[in-house]
């Protein structure tokens, strides 16, 4: 039950103005204007109240198409698609709204609608005994007349006798209103009828908004909401990668809303809007042209049409003007499957567009039912006398407007032969929602009603009657599920619409594909192995990107200013590679890898180290031989002469000592050739450090017996029992000792160990065996340094003492080249760079032992060899030595 809204609003306002009045308290004040608006309301309050009936205010609201019947049903559809535009004056009533544009399709709808209920009135098995009716109003386009209308079907237009003191109530004159076709109607409608609980069902409003049961607690419909085809249409956009595309919507709330999911989907998807506008059909020419001037400047090649088909004929209109060809049109469901466009498409603008549309649909007895129809037996009814003579382009006699030029209509027209509009049935689809609409409400009254084979009395309540609605699921004839979910949406199923041209010119609507909502993300796209046809019949996919795809080994910068579509792509830095195309960064490759030349990849660094098979290697290699091998000719030729005096003269022992570290070292530099281990790595510094101060300590050893053997010569000299060869032996082995213990104790805290040098090069790893404590390395270095100084230092002093051949000037040559060699070691060596610093190693080395083993043994070996005759004691002394015992 229902208070008489229409027919009670000037009885109502004064009523709440004066509880208003009395609810307010004694602190509060009005304006004086506040006061006399009051104070008229009471007056007129008091006024209506002496009248016994309740009064509908305004002129009554006759519908359309009527039939009577035991339950009630509206329609609410637009026949006409304009009116004429009138100047109210606001000084008389205004006129009643003159409708023009007759819309055939809207007729179809109705015809669906009369079909549905027809078929249910004759079944034994639906509503058994109850004869449905309706009542379908013309609301023209308009969403206040859609208002108007939708008040005028809840409460009906006769006047309700009532005691003055009983409220004006009445049952609802229908139980549900099938319509509107448009979202904006449906948001007024459903927004005004939605307190009353009266259900609302829409065959192609698709707006998501009406999906807000909070506002619109009524509404349902049986087409997919407009967030499924948004989404879908995006994820379609993407498949085929276009980035950069421009958007065109209707300026009501079904463009807005779809264009506004779309956008969003859109973002997340990595796709780019050039540009965005909304239009509507009745803008002026200005605005249109301005869209088409948006279009001719940009670059995207691709359009996403959200528009509804009158506003796409009027945009095709233009455009066909212009002759604006060559771009890739994605349109939804208004227009995408609407045969009216396509044939306004003279200049091929849409050839190859591509959308979604509701699976196809064939209701048996439809199609028959429709062309069936004939002009009422009154021709009072305007309506259908309107759509006849526009249909036939005929007048009936008694039309005031008839002309000669013009055919009688008979009413016995038939319609097989006419080719318009209403004949065209591709819109089977959207007839199909209407039938399913009427049957959702059938079968909710079935079950009210508890129908077996025949339906109990009940007052029916509309509230209970939406409950049922939503909670029906039933089967189609033509075996189709039927069921609303919680937003009172059906499920989103779409077929994959291409606009294909025929050799005729007309365009077929091939499906292509399949977009189920209901399947998993990565499934829900199903595009069928068939051929489609792009703008301007090209058989290749279309390109439409800011930007072309940045291939492996380089990555995305964004333009200033730009959308992040529209980027450059940059080569990766040195030892960064991307291995995907768009990539946004470059990923560093792993330490022991590097970028190859086109940083699409990481390669495996080479590992560089001083080895056997390179060139500098074998060379070093050869010098270490070579060198241990000379040594061993010099100890076989002074072990051939040991008792030559030139070979006695200065403690054969240690030279033989001395020939065999020097054999040491010169092998000792093969530890540092070859990959390093951690063995290598301990053995070579310690082996280096341990065979140089052996062979210093020997040195040293000939240094000390040279000065004390000439000291012995003096009066009372006793030098030589201090130092005789007893303590020549230990002496080199204390000296040895300390750089043993030295070794042990950086082996023991912190040894040489292998180590990958990443830092020197970017693209080589040096493998070198790092110091563990560089204490320890410098260390052995100073001893050996220290060792050095002092062996020269003696050996200095001793080289002017008296003897033809003194051995001190040779051991002071070669400690001069030993230090030379050791002082220039130190910057080459940190200096160099990989392996280079291994081989300034060896070469130090080298360098020093045959520095020692030529100036200290080659001129002994040229005198042996070659100058036998001065290898006699009194050559060795010379002329006025004195004689030493």
């Known amino acids: 039950m229902y208070k008489y809204h229409c027919k009670l609003l000037v009885h109502v306002m004064p009523l709440c103005g004066f509880a208003l009045f009395v609810s307010m308290t004694s602190t509060q004040r009005w304006p004086e204007q506040g006061w006399a608006l009051l104070h008229l309301l009471l007056v007129v309050s008091f006024s209506q109240a002496e009248e016994s009936v309740c009064r509908r205010r305004g002129d009554p609201e006759n519908p359309q198409l009527f039939k009577n019947g035991d339950i009630m049903l509206g329609g609410v559809f637009s026949f006409h698609s304009s009116w004429k535009d009138r100047q109210d004056t606001y000084t008389h009533k205004p006129l009643p709204l003159q409708c023009t544009s007759l819309n055939f399709r809207e007729f179809q709808f109705a015809q669906a609608m009369l079909f549905a209920i027809e078929e249910i009135n004759n079944s034994t098995d639906l509503l058994p005994g109850i004869t449905l009716g309706y009542k379908i109003y013309d609301v023209c386009g308009s969403i206040a007349r859609g208002v108007r209308v939708a008040l005028a079907l809840a409460n009906d237009n006769e006047i309700a006798s009532a005691p003055s003191e009983a409220p004006c109530t009445r049952p609802a004159q229908v139980q549900a209103i099938m319509g509107e076709t448009s979202s904006s109607p449906c948001m007024a409608i459903a927004t005004v009828i939605g307190p009353f609980h009266i259900p609302l069902i829409s065959h192609f409003a698709t707006c998501a908004c009406l999906s807000d049961k909070t506002k619109y607690p009524s509404f349902l419909r049986t087409i997919p909401s407009d967030y499924y085809q948004s989404r879908a249409l995006a994820h379609l956009v993407k498949h085929f990668g276009w980035t950069w595309v421009g958007a065109i919507r209707t300026n009501d709330d079904y463009g807005n809303n779809g264009m506004a999911t779309f956008t969003e989907t859109?973002?997340?998807?990595?796709?780019?809007?050039?540009?965005?506008?909304?239009?509507?059909?009745?803008?002026?020419?200005?605005?249109?042209?301005?869209?088409?001037?948006?279009?001719?400047?940009?670059?995207?090649?691709?359009?996403?049409?959200?528009?509804?088909?009158?506003?796409?004929?009027?945009?095709?209109?233009?455009?066909?003007?212009?002759?604006?060809?060559?771009?890739?049109?994605?349109?939804?469901?208004?227009?995408?499957?609407?045969?009216?466009?396509?044939?306004?498409?003279?200049?091929?603008?849409?050839?190859?567009?591509?959308?979604?549309?509701?699976?196809?649909?064939?209701?048996?007895?439809?199609?028959?039912?429709?062309?069936?129809?004939?002009?009422?037996?009154?021709?009072?009814?305007?309506?259908?006398?309107?759509?006849?003579?526009?249909?036939?382009?005929?007048?009936?006699?008694?039309?005031?407007?008839?002309?000669?030029?013009?055919?009688?209509?008979?009413?016995?027209?038939?319609?097989?032969?006419?080719?318009?509009?209403?004949?065209?049935?591709?819109?089977?689809?959207?007839?199909?929602?209407?039938?399913?609409?009427?049957?959702?409400?059938?079968?909710?009254?079935?079950?009210?009603?508890?129908?077996?084979?025949?339906c109990n009395t009940v007052q029916l309540d509309p509230f209970t009657i939406l409950q049922h609605i939503r909670n029906i699921h039933f089967k189609t004839k033509e075996g189709d599920e039927v069921y609303f979910n919680e937003y009172g949406d059906p499920a989103a199923k779409y077929e994959i619409i291409n606009w294909q041209p025929t050799e005729n010119g007309i365009v077929d609507f091939v499906t292509v594909g399949l977009h189920d909502a209901s399947l998993p993300a990565d499934e829900q796209l199903n595009l069928q192995n068939k051929s489609l046809i792009w703008a301007q019949n090209s058989q290749q996919v279309p390109v439409s990107v800011c930007s072309e795809k940045c291939p492996p080994g380089t990555r995305k910068v964004l333009q200033k200013g730009k959308p992040i579509c529209c980027y450059d792509c940059l080569r990766c830095a040195e030892g960064e590679i991307s291995n995907i195309t768009d990539s946004i960064t470059c990923m560093r490759c792993d330490p022991e890898f590097w970028s190859n030349e086109r940083r699409d990849a990481c390669v495996k660094k080479e590992a560089e180290f001083l080895s056997y098979e390179e060139i500098m290697g074998a060379l070093l290699t050869a010098a270490s031989l070579f060198g241990t091998c000379l040594t061993a000719v010099v100890a076989f030729i002074f072990f051939r002469y040991r008792q030559t005096p030139i070979v006695r003269a200065n403690n054969s022992e240690l030279s033989f000592l001395l020939l065999f570290s020097l054999s040491l070292c010169f092998l000792c530099s093969l530890t540092f050739i070859g990959r390093p281990s951690e063995w290598s790595c301990m053995l070579r510094h310690t082996a280096f450090g341990i065979t140089f101060v052996l062979c210093i300590s020997c040195v040293l050893g000939k240094t000390i017996v040279v000065l004390m053997a000439f000291r012995a010569t003096l009066p009372g000299s006793n030098w030589m029992k201090w130092f005789g060869p007893v303590q020549q032996k230990l002496s080199v082995l204390g000296f040895t000792l300390i750089q043993v213990i030295i070794c042990i104790l950086w082996l023991s805290i912190s040894p040489p160990f292998p180590f990958k040098n990443f830092k020197e090069f970017k693209d080589k790893i040096i493998l070198e065996c790092a110091l563990g404590s560089p204490v320890g390395f410098w260390a052995v270095l100073g001893y050996i340094g220290l060792?050095?100084?002092?062996?020269?230092?003696?050996?200095?002093?001793?080289?002017?003492?008296?003897?033809?051949?003194?051995?001190?000037?040779?051991?002071?040559?070669?400690?001069?080249?030993?230090?030379?060699?050791?002082?220039?070691?130190?910057?080459?060596?940190?200096?160099?760079?990989?392996?280079?610093?291994?081989?300034?190693?060896?070469?130090?080395?080298?360098?020093?032992?045959?520095?020692?083993?030529?100036?200290?043994?080659?001129?002994k070996c040229y005198i042996i060899l070659l100058k036998p005759e001065k290898n006699t004691k009194k050559n060795m002394m010379g002329k006025g030595a004195q004689k030493s015992s």
Not at 276 to 297: C, E, G, H, M, N
Not at 318 to 341: A, K, M
Request: proline share 3%; net charge negative; hydrophobic share 45%.
């Open 787 to 859: 060792l050095a100084m002092l062996c020269f230092i003696l050996a200095f002093l001793a080289r002017k003492l008296p003897d033809n051949f003194n051995e001190a000037k040779f051991i002071t040559f070669s400690m001069l080249i030993f230090c030379a060699v050791w002082i220039t070691f130190i910057p080459a060596y940190v200096s160099s760079p990989g392996k280079f610093s291994v081989a300034v190693e060896i070469f130090a080395i080298l360098a020093s032992s045959f520095g020692l083993l030529i100036c200290i043994f080659i001129p």
């Open 266 to 454: 859109a973002q997340q998807l990595g796709i780019c809007l050039e540009y965005s506008v909304a239009f509507f059909r009745t803008d002026p020419p200005v605005k249109i042209q301005k869209l088409v001037d948006i279009i001719k400047a940009s670059t995207s090649k691709v359009i996403v049409a959200f528009l509804s088909h009158m506003d796409m004929d009027v945009l095709l209109h233009e455009l066909s003007q212009h002759n604006l060809t060559g771009y890739q049109w994605v349109g939804s469901e208004s227009w995408i499957f609407d045969s009216q466009t396509a044939a306004m498409d003279m200049h091929h603008i849409l050839d190859g567009a591509i959308g979604l549309f509701i699976p196809k649909a064939q209701v048996s007895g439809m199609k028959e039912f429709m062309l069936n129809v004939k002009p009422l037996s009154s021709s009072s009814n305007e309506l259908f006398t309107e759509f006849w003579e526009t249909l036939f382009s005929c007048k009936f006699t008694q039309s005031k407007s008839s002309t000669g030029n013009q055919s009688k209509c008979t009413g016995d027209e038939d319609l097989t032969g006419v080719q318009n509009s209403f004949t065209d049935m591709s819109l089977m689809p959207i007839f199909y929602n209407v039938y399913k609409g009427v049957y959702a409400v059938a079968y909710a009254l079935h079950n009210i009603l508890g129908c077996n084979k025949t």
